[in-house]
């Protein structure tokens, strides 16, 4: 067999060493060129993406809480619910000791019978009816008279000065009777007048009426109903037999059906931002849930201005720092998990009124 043509072996190793260096060159051409454009390239796709919308994950879960507490003290004698529990608005949740308000209704009925007997005999006395005066008118007639003929006796000179004093002195004290006895029968009147402010009836019964309302209001109270619907928490303290204080709050009802969402944005992306504009709400807690809602409202101020203890910056140490504005976002459908006031979300606003 013959042996391969040296020269041919000579030129297809010339070929492949000239086409090494080319290709390599080409190699080089491209990342050289091709990675700053894909670079370039990715860049511009990110920033358009960022364009039309503004995003936070400073937001949080809001649900309304009512704290609620009793509105009269005294011991605690029947719990009807617990921690976690819902109710519905206008349920009891537990009720205090009522027999002490039922014995201020008592005493307030009590009051009231008392107030009108008083005002029964007031109408029936003499005072009243004139019963007096029509006596005093009597006597004064009868004194009068009796003076007539003691003032003729004496200018006869058959009676004594002192008889006629003593006619004269019967006379004054008859008319000063009458008008005692008319001044008892205003004041009896006035006693049993109704005033502008109830019309009608009687102060004293007026009176007795409104404390007996009072005692039944406070007797209304002793059974403490929720406010509105929601879920039961903090209910530690509400035991059989502690002591409710006024005003002291035993438990909390959150609002779960009335949920919302308190993103806190930077003052730097209000610029396009207007109530109405769509939004797409995420969740740490549940990574697979994603809801839709929009912009309620912008808040009327920043974090700052509402804080205990507002920032001053006239001292001369100032440092400017960016203001975060609270929005709140409404949830536009019902969410297949259950949503849990205080839990960490992503919001994102679409500036540009995209619908997502």
Do not use: C
Not at 106 to 123: E, G, K, Y
Not at 176 to 186: S, V
């Amino acid at each position: 067999m013959a042996d391969a043509d040296p020269t041919f072996e000579t030129d297809v190793t010339d070929t492949e060493t000239a086409t090494a260096p080319r290709a390599k060159r080409w190699r080089g051409r491209i990342i050289m060129y091709g990675l700053p454009l894909l670079v370039l390239l990715g860049g511009g796709y990110y920033w358009q993406s960022l364009q039309g919308k503004v995003s936070t994950d400073n937001a949080y879960l809001r649900q309304d809480k009512v704290s609620v507490g009793a509105e009269v003290s005294g011991p605690i004698s029947q719990v009807l619910v617990k921690s976690g529990q819902d109710v519905t608005e206008g349920q009891v949740l537990f009720r205090i000791d009522a027999r002490p308000y039922e014995l201020q209704v008592a005493q307030a009925n009590a009051a009231i019978a008392s107030a009108q007997a008083n005002v029964t005999a007031l109408s029936n006395s003499s005072d009243y009816t004139g019963v007096d005066i029509s006596g005093a008118r009597e006597d004064i007639a009868f004194a009068q008279a009796t003076l007539a003929r003691q003032e003729a006796l004496w200018r006869r000179g058959f009676t004594t000065k002192a008889d006629y004093e003593a006619a004269q002195h019967s006379v004054s004290q008859a008319r000063e009777q009458l008008r005692q006895a008319e001044a008892d029968q205003q004041a009896a009147r006035a006693k049993l007048a109704t005033g502008a402010a109830v019309p009608g009836q009687n102060p004293q019964i007026a009176a007795a009426m409104a404390q007996r309302d009072a005692a039944m209001l406070n007797l209304s109270r002793a059974t403490v109903r929720a406010p509105k619907g929601g879920r039961v928490a903090q209910a530690d303290r509400l035991q059989v037999g502690q002591q409710a204080i006024t005003g002291l709050p035993v438990l909390t009802i959150v609002a779960n059906k009335e949920s919302y969402i308190e993103a806190n944005f930077k003052e730097t992306e209000l610029a396009n931002m207007k109530v109405g504009q769509p939004a797409k709400i995420t969740f740490d807690a549940y990574p697979d849930l994603e809801l839709k809602g929009h912009v309620a409202y912008l808040g009327a101020g920043t974090g700052s201005e509402f804080s205990v203890i507002p920032a001053q910056n006239a001292t001369g140490n100032w440092v400017k720092v960016t203001q975060r504005v609270p929005v709140r976002i409404t949830i536009d459908e019902k969410s297949p998990r259950s949503l849990i006031a205080g839990l960490s979300t992503h919001v994102t606003v679409y500036t540009d009124g995209r619908k997502k």
